[in-house]
Structure formats: C-alpha cells, structure tokens
C-alpha cells in the first residue's frame, strides 16, 4: 500500500515577509500534489485582527479547515500558541479515518509555544494495524530542541514495532543534531537515506538551511518526491517537503 506524504510550515497564510496573504493560492499548491496525509505547522486556528484585514480573502473557517475542504475529510488541529486576538498550531488533513489525535504540549518556555500533534490513522488495508504520525514544529534554541527530541522519542519509543511511524514537520534543526536521537529511535530520514542529507528548505526563495524533515520507521519502502520551486517559493518562508512511503 502506497502513501504519500507532504509535509509544511503554513507560515499562517502568508508569504514571506508577511507581504501577501496567500492561502488560497496555497490550497491550490497542496491540492496539486495529491498527498494522502498533509503535516502542517503554524496553522491559523483563529485571528481577528488579520481577518479584519483581510476580508476579502480571509476564510469564513478555521485555516486547516479551509485547505482540508472537501479533499481531506479527515483532520486535527493542536493548539499551541494562544494570545489575545487567536491561535495557531501544528495540522494533521488525512484522506482515511483519525482514530485518535492527541496534541503534546512540549514548550519550554512561555515565549516560545512548541507542540508535537500525535494522531493514529486507520489503514484502509483490511488490517488492524495503525499509522502513527507525527508532526513536529520544535524551538529555535538548541537546548530546547534537544529536550523536546527527547519527548519525541519516548512518543515513538511507545508505539508498538509493528506499526508504521511517520514523523515530519519543521524541526529548526539548522545545526544537524537531530539525526543522530532520531537514529537511536530508530527513525530514518527519507532524503537523506536517498541523497546522503536532508534538503534546504529555508528560506523558501533562497534555501539555504536543512530545517523541515520527513523521518519513517517500520514502513518498507519510502522514497523522497521533489516538488518544483514554483510556487512554492513564494507561497511561505519555508519550501514543503514531500515523501511516498509503501506500508
């Protein structure tokens, strides 16, 4: 059984900069690829203000409802950053069933609002087995990411070897040290195990650091898809990812 998976930092709808608010053109960017389960960070649960103005554009639902549409019917939001005028979060869209979603709050601090959103997904294979996915979106300092790795890895630790694990997401991990705790878990990079290394992916004009990662365990097969630049460059700050992975 074949899947395929996207993974992308929404950038709350806007490009970069925040000079346009896009995510219409967004909805079309991700429909074109025709993933399977869609992992998204910094997702717009609610914003009055930038509704306010930006009316014309501006979805009636929430910003993961509205990419999800009638394309995904199956989907999970995890709020992590709250403040006076919304929210926003990591978003799981999948075309078969969420049993169960669980959002992980892993802030270290109150500044920085970080959160690993945890879903299991039925296989439409006729078998009992699950899917686990998780999407990441981890902090900007090293000692965090380091401590929230750690919190990852118990997670994955926990779901029984049969079962597939999909981790991806935005990892900050501009230095590389994430590899080595997502080898000890067990955990493989689909690019790198393609092309000896994750790819660029920030910023998305221009990439120039490894900050977005798709990781797989228990799956037999999975290799990396490239997506074209366009339109990708100018729809966020990061570049998405994308992966197939045969279960």
């Given at each position: 059984m074949a899947l395929r998976i996207l993974?992308?930092?929404?950038?709350?709808?806007?490009?970069?900069?925040?000079?346009?608010?896009?995510?219409?053109?967004l909805r079309d960017a991700v429909r074109a690829v025709s993933a399977d389960i869609v992992f998204m960070q910094e997702v717009l649960g609610a914003h009055e203000m930038l509704a306010s103005r930006h009316r014309e554009t501006w979805p009636e639902s929430s910003h993961y409802e509205f990419l999800a549409d009638s394309i995904w019917p199956h989907h999970a939001y995890g709020k992590n950053a709250v403040y006076p005028k919304g929210h926003h979060g990591n978003a799981l869209m999948s075309q078969f069933p969420i049993s169960s979603s669980r959002n992980i709050d892993v802030s270290i601090t109150k500044a920085e609002s970080r959160g690993l959103l945890y879903c299991r997904i039925r296989r439409p294979d006729g078998t009992h087995k699950t899917l686990h996915a998780f999407c990441v979106h981890l902090g900007l300092l090293e000692n965090h990411r380091q401590r929230q790795l750690a919190w990852l890895c118990e997670q994955v630790k926990a779901v029984p070897d049969a079962e597939p694990v999909v981790v991806a997401g935005d990892f900050n991990d501009w230095r590389g040290k994430a590899h080595k705790v997502m080898k000890d878990c067990g955990l493989t990079d689909v690019f790198e195990a393609k092309y000896g290394g994750p790819p660029k992916t920030f910023p998305a004009r221009f990439p120039m650091l490894r900050l977005d990662r798709i990781y797989v365990r228990g799956v037999r097969e999975h290799h990396p898809v490239k997506l074209p630049n366009r339109p990708w460059s100018r729809l966020s700050d990061h570049a998405p990812l994308a992966a197939e992975i045969v279960l």
């Open positions: 993974t992308l930092n929404t950038h709350k709808g806007f490009s970069h900069f925040n000079w346009k608010f896009l995510l219409p053109e």
